[in-house]
């Protein structure tokens, strides 16, 4: 098991930006596959980027695509996701994820989970 512990949440308008991170624990970080993934208030748990072993490999979703980026420094054992041009959609608690796999974008694959952070963004 990995322990993850979110950070860099908070309140922005519109069009600001934030950085999430995530510092890991336990399992070697350089052995994880690490993603984002985000719930809004009533709506289901959504992917949102990951990023593999090394870094070579990063995947997004469409609605993020372009104003955020994910990566990590296995050195500090924390991963990151940068979101510029915040829009109210993007509204949600944000969760880091690990897995034991070198790349993967499917929840069901992530077997550690952090608390979560919240990110709001006012219009």
């Not at 993934?37 to 949102?48: I, N, S, T, Y």
């Not at 420094?73 to 608690?93: F, G, H, I, S």
């Amino acid at each position: 098991q990995v322990q993850l512990v979110e950070s860099g949440g908070g309140l922005v308008q519109a069009g600001g930006s934030l950085r999430l991170s995530c510092a890991a624990s336990g399992r070697t970080f350089s052995t994880s596959a690490m993603g984002w993934f985000r719930q809004a208030p009533g709506k289901e748990r959504e992917f949102v980027a990951s990023i593999s072993q090394n870094g070579r490999l990063r995947s997004y979703a469409d609605s993020v695509k372009g104003r955020s980026t994910i990566s990590r420094d296995n050195a500090k054992n924390t991963v990151y996701l940068q979101m510029n041009n915040l829009k109210p959609e993007d509204t949600a608690v944000y969760y880091c994820a690990s897995s034991s796999k070198y790349y993967s974008t499917y929840a069901s694959d992530f077997d550690s989970w952090g608390q979560g952070t919240q990110v709001t963004v006012s219009s």
